[in-house]
């Protein structure tokens, strides 16, 4: 971390500094090529990026402060939203989610990535990788209808585990305090298969010299992995503690599925965006749910925001 | 130097970005004007503003897949009659399509349905008030634009659900009331009577407990319990006294001497845990259902259901709902669909027509509908078909006469009494609490949720 911002500096200075002594240059001409070539790649993002993200995000503001009248309201919807008596819950189920999930996210793909990297048979990595990643094939919903089921102590295949860990019926499996650990592990098995592989990846990229002068120098297996894998993937690591934090503050169809499978002993104000949108259409109050949509933003913004800041994610190599 | 230049790039884009944010904030703002005005004349003939109008336009329906039988009758019936139908879910479950569609109709201006099938029966509640300053839009139905004499055919009270402040605005489409089942063959076996207050009902629970263990005389794991069970108590969990007021109590003697009764039956296991609509319940209780109070579609839904409890034909009877001591019988209410006609309509004639036919007539309530017509006329024709059909033993009397039993301190509010039970009774119970020490709880829950659902809790 302390040499983070050094690093970073140095290489926006020395980037400056070349850019400034080679006026004109054959490499300065290359560079503005590039960088044109740059910009009409990224504006076709960036037509999509202003009409789907950055349009609604500011028509969201607007109505945040505005009331249905469309005068100008201060704050007083945010007020409204913080002093629903399910907004603090919802706030607390998403966070407990957050921690259990992102741990278990950070800790096992890592760890399971370098364990599929260091297995030197061909064929068995191969097939531990697409064994992790079938999983993610299902989308968001269906992979949810099938938990329903294997989370049923009467329809589930290991319904002799449930039972052991004292679960009799679908009702006591989704107790309230099993929730943040029951969507949790719906999402990593959805999501951790994907990010294996990018992880597997990423250790490929590292230089083979690398890896071989400390094997030279006597680094075991485990030392190689914390002094030279897991830094070098430091980058991949918040990259993906930022996409599954934007994903994870957002959750939504799986609490909304269960409430309606569950009859509503889930309710369908689990989370905070399922609280957006019952304010929406169910208390017909677009400009709390607005708000609501406006402190998520905030808050998920905030948070990958630490994650660029501690993973390097803008450094250059 | 770096710094400067840099800062000086950055302050460009953040113009640059505020300009942009400007542009379309205006944008907004001129969205926002294009929406309002929906081209309805302020005033109609029959209490509520009415668009043009035209004979001609095509009817468009939304239904659930239940009632899509209804309108390939009323087609057949009324061939001049262009109808467009939609298939929804029918707001089931507490999906609250409904409401959610309309609401971005709303927003859009245009788009509505002619005519609208929910099967809640609480749509009323939203669909009666303009809601942001936006026309409301189920029509209203009872200032002369439905005939009196259809509005007063209906059974006492089925219209409960669809009145606000004196208005009505929706019809019913059939009656969910309670009543008792139970298993003649069964009951007579073992030797025991019939109950006909709550009294004897726990005092037959007591003796299934003691002699029978393993058969039940009733369930308490559907989010519908309190609608079974506290509302034939006149618990006053739920009494809208106003279009946007509610009272409630839960923890009157009215609300107490029935969670007793539910913890002294549900601590002997003769009371299940588990939703009649799940796999647990089938493998736990097929054949061993001796009583049940609950919802008269149980009938179809629940016993005489190949994929339920099959019960044969000839074991299953119908008796009163259950009363306390000697309080009048009263009984609660589990659903029954509504139909609405939306005030943006351009034909309003044909949009009549359609309710009309679908509620009354004798073609679709008695010959094809699943449910006890909520139209009294048509529900005597029905209880008598399914009489002659054989499936029930002894007379049926006892659905016809608990219809207008439905007790009237339980109202019919904007959110749901299910979801709040489902989420704060429902897993507590399951983890061992009583009901009895859930009722503060319980109450706590309705009050919450009626305050931000724009309700003044007394």
Redo the contacts between chains.
């Keep these: 971390m302390t040499l983070a911002p050094s690093r970073a500096t140095r290489s926006a200075v020395g980037s400056e500094t070349s850019r400034g002594r080679q006026p004109g240059g054959r490499r300065s001409t290359s560079t503005t090529a590039q960088s044109r070539m740059g910009a009409a790649f990224v504006s076709a993002y960036g037509l999509l990026l202003l009409i789907f993200g950055i349009v609604p995000a500011i028509y969201a503001l607007w109505l945040s402060v505005t009331g249905p009248d469309g005068s100008f309201v201060g704050v007083d919807n945010f007020v409204q939203v913080f002093g629903d008596y399910r907004f603090i819950p919802a706030v607390l189920h998403v966070g407990l989610f957050l921690v259990v999930w992102i741990v278990a996210l950070l800790v096992f793909v890592v760890l399971l990535a370098l364990v599929v990297h260091a297995v030197s048979v061909r064929w068995l990595s191969t097939a531990a990788r697409f064994v992790f990643y079938i999983p993610g094939a299902l989308a968001g919903a269906s992979s949810v209808l099938l938990w329903l089921f294997v989370l049923n102590p009467a329809a589930s295949p290991v319904s002799g585990l449930l039972n052991a860990l004292g679960f009799e019926s679908f009702v006591q499996t989704i107790a309230p305090g099993n929730l943040p650990g029951v969507f949790a592990v719906i999402a990593f098995w959805t999501g951790a298969g994907g990010w294996i592989v990018i992880m597997y990846g990423a250790l490929n990229n590292i230089s083979a010299e690398i890896m071989e002068a400390a094997r030279i120098d006597g680094a075991n297996p485990v030392q190689i992995a914390v002094h030279i894998q897991l830094p070098m993937l430091r980058k991949w690591i918040s990259y993906m503690g930022v996409l599954s934090l934007a994903a994870g503050t957002q959750l939504f169809v799986e609490p909304q599925l269960l409430s309606q499978a569950s009859n509503g002993i889930v309710g369908n104000d689990y989370s905070v965006n399922q609280l957006a949108y019952l304010y929406a259409f169910q208390q017909s109050n677009f400009h709390g749910s607005a708000a609501i949509s406006i402190i998520l933003l905030l808050i998920a913004l905030v948070l990958s925001a630490v994650f660029v800041a501690r993973g390097g994610l803008f450094e250059k190599d | 130097m770096?710094k400067l230049?840099s800062r000086s790039a950055t302050s460009s884009r953040t113009l640059r970005v505020l300009v942009?944010?400007a542009s379309?904030?205006a944008l907004?703002?001129a969205l926002?004007g294009c929406t309002s005005g929906s081209g309805s004349s302020a005033n109609g003939q029959y209490g509520f503003p009415e668009a043009t109008q035209s004979s001609s336009s095509t009817l468009t329906v939304w239904v659930d897949n239940t009632r899509v039988a209804a309108l390939d009758a009323f087609k057949k019936a009324n061939p001049d009659v262009k109808v467009d139908v939609v298939t929804y879910d029918g707001s089931a479950?507490?999906?609250?399509t409904f409401?959610?569609k309309m609401?971005l109709f709303?927003?859009a201006g245009s788009g509505w349905p002619d005519v609208v099938f929910s099967s809640q029966n609480n749509d009323a509640s939203?669909a009666s008030q303009t809601?942001?300053?936006k026309q409301a839009f189920a029509a209203v139905l009872n200032q002369g634009y439905i005939d009196d004499s259809t509005i007063s055919g209906f059974s006492a009270g089925a219209l409960d659900p669809c009145t606000v402040d004196g208005k009505v605005y929706c019809l019913r489409n059939d009656l969910a009331q309670s009543v008792l089942f139970y298993n003649k063959t069964l009951l007579d076996q073992f030797g025991y009577s019939v109950p006909t207050t709550w009294e004897d009902y726990q005092a037959l629970g007591d003796k299934v407990a003691a002699e029978h263990p393993g058969y039940i005389v009733g369930s308490v794991?559907?989010?519908f319990t309190p609608e079974i069970y506290m509302w034939a108590s006149k618990c006053q969990a739920n009494d809208v006294t106003a279009a946007r007021a509610i009272t409630v109590n839960t923890t009157s003697t009215e609300c107490q001497r029935m969670a007793s009764l539910l913890d002294d039956l549900s601590a002997k296991q003769v009371l299940s845990?588990?939703?009649v609509f799940?796999?647990?319940f089938l493998?736990k209780y097929t054949g061993k259902v001796l009583a049940m109070p609950g919802p008269v579609w149980y009938s179809g839904a629940i016993f005489n259901s190949a994929t339920a409890l099959n019960v044969p034909a000839g074991q299953m009877a119908v008796a009163a709902p259950l009363k306390w001591g000697s309080d009048d019988a009263v009984t609660g209410n589990v659903g029954g669909g509504t139909w609405f006609v939306s005030s943006h309509s351009t034909n309003l004639e044909a949009a009549k027509k359609l309710v009309d036919y679908v509620t009354t007539s004798d073609d679709y309530q008695v010959d094809l509908a699943p449910g006890l017509p909520a139209f009294a006329s048509a529900a005597a024709k029905w209880v008598a078909k399914q009489q002659a059909s054989g499936y029930f033993t002894g007379d049926l009397s006892a659905i016809t006469s608990s219809a207008s039993m439905v007790w009237n301190g339980w109202g019919y509010p904007?959110?749901?009494q299910?979801?709040i039970?489902?989420?704060t009774v429902?897993?507590a119970v399951?983890?061992g609490s009583t009901f009895s020490s859930l009722l503060s709880t319980w109450g706590d829950a309705i009050k919450?949720q009626a305050?931000?659902?724009?309700y003044k809790v007394n």
Excluded at chain 2, 93 to 96: R, Y
Excluded at chain 2, 451 to 454: H, L, M, R
Aim: hydrophobic residues 25%; without cysteine.
């Design positions: 770096v230049q942009a944010a379309v904030t907004g703002f926002a479950n507490g999906s609250n409401q959610t609401q709303d927003q939203w809601s942001n300053g794991g559907d989010s845990q588990d939703s799940t796999p647990e493998q904007q959110f749901s299910e979801a039970w489902a989420k429902t897993p399951a983890s919450n305050q931000v659902s724009g």
